[in-house]
């Protein structure tokens, strides 16, 4: 019996508009900036001549309107699941950059205390088999087709070194995490089976 081949492309969001740069995580009302609706159209654009039968997205508004052109480009309603949504943060709507806000304060610092879990937010062995879910769920509604699930970089960078047998625990740092803004991580089954996995940055082509 031969195999029935099927494409999920698991996308995260365009850039925010974000100037007070805090960190968002599940917050409402964050929304894409110009430049991120210039990457999600990016992204549209590179999918227009692909397959696809099924566009599902986080709840989130930024993953919606990233979903959006790819959508209307196939004649297409967006789904939501509430399993892509962005991953839980013990300093959501803090600023947390390097050297500067919730950082630096000492009664945060037990957060810390394990990066491998990560002690500050949602275990990445708790994020996996949601986005692990959430992806075949969006393969078996594509089946023989090709399907897209915008979500966000913890999420998609966790499902990815899942699916590839990577350790879960990693550096938060962007080096470390093959997951840019409006970028596209692509795995091909042939029923349930992976047979193999790409990445792109239409942003970047």
Request: aromatic share 6%; net charge neutral; hydrophobic share 35%.
């Amino acid at each position: 019996m031969t195999a029935v081949r099927t494409t999920v492309h698991v996308m995260r969001h365009g850039e925010v508009h974000n100037p007070e740069k805090v960190l968002y995580g599940r917050l409402p009302g964050y929304n894409l900036s110009e430049r991120g609706r210039l990457q999600a159209q990016a992204a549209a654009d590179w999918l227009a001549a692909h397959d696809i039968t099924h566009v599902v997205a986080s709840p989130l508004e930024r993953a919606q309107q990233t979903a959006a052109p790819i959508a209307a480009s196939h004649g297409l309603d967006i789904d939501t699941d509430d399993d892509l949504i962005e991953s839980w943060n013990d300093f959501e709507g803090k600023r947390v950059a390097p050297g500067d806000g919730a950082l630096r304060d000492p009664r945060n610092w037990p957060r810390l205390r394990n990066p491998r879990k990560p002690s500050w937010g949602e275990p990445y062995d708790q994020i996996a088999p949601r986005m692990t879910a959430a992806m075949h769920r969006a393969r078996r509604k594509a089946e023989g087709h090709e399907a897209v699930c915008v979500s966000h970089q913890l999420p998609v960078e966790t499902l990815r070194r899942a699916m590839t047998g990577r350790s879960l625990a990693h550096l938060p740092l962007p080096h470390s995490r093959l997951c840019n803004l409006s970028s596209i991580t692509s795995f091909t089954f042939d029923d349930d089976r992976l047979i193999r996995w790409s990445y792109t940055e239409p942003w970047g082509i």
